[in-house]
């Protein structure tokens, strides 16, 4: 059978382990036409991306994995909320919608211990697929620590009673 786009997906997972916390990043991947008789040629840039599709870039900011972070965060304080830390919450790239950014446990970008890329058929039969990764690098990368507070208020009015009042704010780059 042949393959459509979305059929394969490939996926990058940083974290300290791959199975409890970690975050991922998800593309569907766009099949590469088979080539020409004449073949592809290595300059030209078109034929290039015909043979690597931009779409199948794994080009996103690691401000992105963060900011998961923080919305799943978000998620689990609001009231009925189902999210749980032990369970995957994913979202979809703003930049690249049809890309998902998923997160489980509490990973931290500092305590990256591995890095596993892997492939995935999400179509209902057996397919077959090369799928070629070539380089990875990390560049612009914000070293810059954040912060967390949280404050406790409690006020006794005698024999009318007690308020208590509490609150807490954590930014990105915090808890390593």
Not at 83 to 103: A, F, G, L, R, T
Not at 160 to 168: E, M, P, V
């Amino acid at each position: 059978p042949t393959l459509s786009k979305g059929e394969v997906t490939v996926f990058l997972r940083l974290g300290s382990d791959y199975r409890n916390n970690y975050y991922e990043y998800e593309i569907p991947l766009t099949i590469t036409p088979p080539a020409p008789a004449t073949g592809y040629s290595n300059n030209s840039n078109s034929d290039r991306l015909k043979v690597w599709p931009e779409e199948n870039m794994f080009n996103f900011p690691l401000k992105l994995l963060t900011n998961l972070k923080l919305n799943r965060t978000k998620e689990k304080r609001k009231a009925g909320s189902t999210v749980q830390y032990h369970k995957v919450y994913s979202e979809y790239d703003p930049d690249q919608i049809n890309n998902k950014v998923s997160i489980i446990g509490n990973p931290s970008l500092s305590d990256v211990q591995g890095i596993m890329i892997g492939v995935r058929n999400n179509s209902r039969v057996n397919k077959s697929a090369t799928v070629w990764v070539n380089e990875l690098r990390v560049n612009d990368f914000d070293e810059e620590g954040g912060w967390a507070a949280q404050a406790n208020l409690n006020i006794n009015l005698s024999d009318i009673g007690t308020i208590t009042l509490s609150g807490r704010k954590e930014t990105s780059g915090f808890g390593a």
